[in-house]
């Protein structure tokens, strides 16, 4: 028996045995196999989608029921209107955009599941992904589940009755800064770090003031990041303390600001909030499976969307802790899906070379 002859037989063994342990770990539960998998509902997803349809690797999608207790689509469905995604030049609601996404995704052919994937397998190959009811087999994967901007929990923060979200209170100054309900306005920003630093500085070309709540004595943004924001007239900032509740009538009209070291509670008059606290990325999920950096987004080859297992790459907000912007997430899903596309095209060379 030739060398070669025997190396195909080790690896038609090594495939029936990977065939076998697919079909014991999906036992019980509806199975699909795909070239392609996309999870998340995002801009980066569906432009994945779109892509990856029109190059006829037919994707399935799965968008999440409720994932991070956010609805299919993501950060976008918990905005009012967007401005500055380009080809709406009077602006579209964030749900109706993502809405838009869904359908044109649909159109040309990707398959959406409304479920959450809870579990990967990416240690072998084909990958297996799951949901609570499917077992996904994918030869390749693209991983867009966003992140999720933290916020502060008090009285006036909610979107439900008597709360401000959305109408005085948000967690991003570049996507809602320049909207009317701020210009000319007072508004605050609570946070430390860098972020809070610029969102701070960028607030300043659309506000009357910007007050910066911290509840420490000192930030722990950067040295230059601090001196920006410190010798800037229209920034003042308010130490050791913490906001206890939000008030209006109908939008936000001022703040009750407790000091942490005196226990003294004062207003202040602001008609704009913004969280600058960081964002959470969704990958708990992945458990491993892929490397993330130290704030838990998906670390990407620099210039392209591949991750450290060959074959999954990732999109949008999991992997961005920087620009975390709707069109930038929409460039990135563009990325995935011609990497994904490419990376399928080179395995099934490979493959047709071993027959």
Not at 100 to 122: C, L, P, Y
Not at 177 to 191: E, N, S, W, Y
Not at 282 to 293: H, I, N, Q
Request: hydrophobic share 40%; net charge neutral.
């Amino acid at each position: 028996m030739s060398w070669l002859h025997r190396s195909r037989l080790l690896i038609k063994s090594l495939s029936r045995l990977s065939s076998t342990l697919s079909s014991a770990a999906t036992n019980g539960l509806e199975t699909h196999s795909t070239k392609l998998c996309i999870v998340g509902s995002g801009p980066a997803a569906h432009t994945a989608a779109i892509y990856a349809s029109r190059a006829e690797l037919k994707p399935l999608l799965f968008e999440g029921w409720m994932a991070n207790d956010i609805a299919p689509g993501g950060q976008l469905t918990t905005t009012t209107d967007v401005e500055n995604f380009p080809g709406f030049p009077d602006g579209i609601l964030g749900s109706d955009l993502t809405d838009n996404f869904r359908r044109q995704s649909e159109r040309f052919g990707a398959k959406i599941f409304t479920e959450t994937v809870t579990k990967v397998d990416f240690s072998s190959k084909p990958f297996k992904l799951f949901t609570d009811s499917r077992a996904v087999i994918a030869d390749a994967v693209i991983l867009a589940t966003g992140a999720v901007a933290r916020r502060l929990a008090f009285p006036g923060s909610g979107d439900g009755s008597g709360g401000f979200w959305n109408r005085g209170i948000s967690a991003c100054a570049v996507c809602d800064g320049a909207a009317p309900i701020f210009r000319g306005k007072p508004l605050a920003v609570i946070g430390g770090g860098d972020s809070a630093m610029e969102e701070a500085i960028f607030l300043t070309k659309y506000g009357s003031s910007v007050s910066i709540i911290h509840r420490r004595d000192a930030f722990r943004a950067s040295k230059i990041m601090q001196q920006r924001a410190l010798a800037n007239p229209k920034i003042d900032v308010v130490w050791n303390s913490t906001v206890v509740e939000a008030y209006g009538d109908g939008v936000l009209g001022g703040l009750k600001v407790k000091n942490v070291v005196t226990g003294e509670v004062k207003d202040l008059k602001v008609n704009g909030l913004f969280f600058a606290i960081g964002h959470e990325p969704a990958t708990r999920f992945l458990d491993g499976a892929v490397e993330l950096d130290s704030g838990g987004y998906v670390v990407t080859k620099p210039g392209t969307t591949e991750t450290s297992v060959a074959g999954v790459f990732a999109a949008g907000d999991v992997q961005d802790n920087k620009y975390r912007q709707a069109v930038t997430a929409a460039g990135t899903g563009c990325m995935a899906a011609l990497d994904a596309e490419h990376y399928l095209q080179e395995i099934g060379s490979q493959q047709g070379k071993s027959d």
